[in-house]
């Protein structure tokens, strides 16, 4: 659907902005009067991560006045395989300083918005009041639904992107003119069930892909130019390099946009999305380990079996020294109960001990009741056992 423009433009644009911007002012859609509004529009970039990378550098180059980014983070070396705004000599500083002078270094012209905080319940409104659209790059559940119901509650659009490996999906939200993200996905998935980026993995390029979808339906909304992907869902597929489109259609029963909303309110969106299940956290009560207390075991003999559960390629990368795989999934399906001994004391394991909490609940219900898991996982052990071994 065509909507109105969603900023007044600015008075005018300098010599040198006339320049800057010339093969943007010549398009018949977009032009002086288009330019102007991306000139007086003021932006927030939720994440300076894989998505918020290439949708705030073409956001700058394209002459968006105003540019916010909240970030809490610091930048990693794992990052710079796919979050190309940050540097090898930015490892260590914070993400959203190292975001604000790549984007100074593309456009002076850009005024740019610190927030070094983690978004939560209690500044979410404050942060978006400022800004006319907000862009969603975060990779997890819970600020994904406070995104959504703060902008429902502001009555502001945003634009929503989410990668996993090869696949990709984006699209705008904005309850005024169509559905929300809740009449899209309703309830999260039960935790554990869909891994994150870092627990799955993401091909960096497709970041690219997805960031400049969420740029260009940003800079449609804000100019009023083109169809808007409001009531649409794009999904790509990388390995096959196709695109469709599947249409979202407003929920009259939704709870935070639909006619009887029982979502008025920000909540406790870390307990609505629980980044753990309730069974998982009770079965690791008294039954979590730390990586020394493993490492004591193995030094003592203990008669442990050391079970892995990530998934085989994480295996490849580093391992616990005695530890054995089977992947997550054959727990939850059943498969992997018969190789259990009955003579040894269980250990599992995953990444960070989130997957691992999971299977411990299932190992508990199936009567392996001395079981344990390492709590923080492979990444604990690294850092504290093995320093020499590599972190992904």
């Known amino acids: 659907m065509s909507l109105p423009p969603l900023v007044e433009p600015a008075s005018e644009l300098t010599v040198d902005e006339v320049r800057r911007y010339s093969r943007h002012l010549i398009i ?3 032009g002086m009067d288009g330019q102007k509004r991306l000139k007086n529009a003021k932006v927030l970039c939720v994440g300076a991560g894989g998505l918020g990378s290439p949708t705030l550098m073409y956001l700058a180059a394209a002459g968006v006045g105003t540019l916010g980014i909240i970030e809490f983070d610091e930048v990693d070396e794992s990052n710079l395989q796919r979050q190309i705004i940050h540097s090898q000599s930015d490892i260590g500083r914070p993400k959203a300083e190292s975001a604000r002078d790549t984007v100074l270094g593309i456009n002076p012209y850009v005024t740019v918005n610190l927030h070094q905080e983690r978004l939560d319940s209690s500044n979410v409104m404050e942060i978006f009041g ?6 969603d790059g975060t990779d997890n559940f819970a600020t994904r639904y406070l995104v959504n119901d703060a902008c429902v509650l502001l009555n502001k659009p945003y634009v929503w992107g989410s990668i996993y490996r090869f696949d990709g999906q984006a699209s705008v939200f904005w309850s005024e003119h169509g559905p929300c993200y809740r009449c899209l996905y309703p309830e999260p998935p039960p935790p554990g069930m869909v891994p994150s980026c870092a627990e799955g993995g993401v091909l960096g390029v497709l970041c690219a892909s997805i960031g400049s979808i969420q740029a260009t339906e940003a800079i449609k909304l804000l100019a009023g130019i083109g169809d808007p992907l409001v009531g649409r869902l794009t999904i790509y597929d990388a390995l096959e390099m196709s695109y469709r489109q599947v249409k979202i259609r407003k929920d009259p029963e939704c709870a935070v946009c639909g006619k ?5 309110e920000l909540i406790d969106y870390e307990a609505f999305c629980g980044v753990v299940s309730e069974e998982a956290q009770q079965a690791a009560m008294g039954a ?3 990586p020394q207390q493993l490492k004591q075991w193995i030094d003592e003999g203990e008669n442990i079996d050391i079970i892995d559960v990530r998934e085989p390629n994480e295996h490849e990368i580093v391992a616990i020294p005695g530890a054995r795989l089977i992947p997550k999934n054959d ?4 498969n992997a109960l018969g190789e259990l001994p009955q ?3 269980i250990v599992l394991h995953c990444k960070t001990g989130v997957r691992s909490a999971e299977v411990l609940a299932v190992l508990k219900n199936a009567g392996f009741s001395d079981a344990v898991h390492v709590g923080g996982g492979v990444i604990g052990w690294v850092t504290q056992i093995e320093p020499e071994k590599p972190v992904y």
Not at 130 to 135: A, G
């Open 331 to 334: 727990f939850l399906m059943g």
């Open 28 to 30: 018949p859609d977009v």
């Open 260 to 264: 009887n909303p029982t979502v008025t």
């Open 288 to 290: 979590t380990i730390t």
């Open 343 to 345: 003579d040894k004391r």
């Open 130 to 135: 400022q800004y006319d659209l907000i862009v």
